[in-house]
């Protein structure tokens, strides 16, 4: 399945024979100090800067209903995020993952995040919209 919108990773973590829970990281993103003049321009108009993890959730697909009513409630508790970036943990047959798995992966995650390492993460813009990060 082609994972182009985030209502579209739902729909692929809830058909999964394993309990799946989704970790999200969101990140704002900010200029280098060494960036140059054209990633200083390409970054005022939106685009590039190196991405800040700002917090983490994790939340099992059924509790999420689709992308706009996730947006809704992740805008009341970080400002200023410009990507979610995402990741599915499995659970064992009838289990889902345990807290602890949760959380190592999370913070493996914002690892990742920090040292540029994405390919494992699906990341998406603020309208659900996968993104293609280099």
């Known amino acids: 399945m082609q994972i182009s919108h985030f209502d579209d990773l739902l729909q692929a973590a809830r058909v999964q024979p394993m309990p799946q829970h989704l970790l999200m990281v969101f990140a704002s993103a900010e200029l280098p100090d060494d960036a140059s003049e054209q990633e200083r321009a390409d970054f005022l108009d939106g685009h590039g800067g190196a991405l800040v993890p700002q917090m983490c959730v994790d939340k ?3 509790e999420l209903v689709n992308f706009a009513e ?5 805008d009341q508790l970080v400002r200023d995020w410009r990507v979610v970036l995402t990741s599915a943990l499995p659970g064992s047959v009838n289990a889902e993952p345990e807290e602890s798995a949760i959380d190592q992966a999370l913070e493996q995650m914002v690892a990742d995040i920090k040292a540029g390492q994405l390919a494992n993460m699906v990341a998406f813009d603020q ?8």
């Open 60 to 62: 099992s697909p059924v």
């Open 70 to 74: 996730f947006k809704q409630e992740a």
């Open 127 to 134: 309208h659900g919209a996968a993104l293609a990060l280099l």
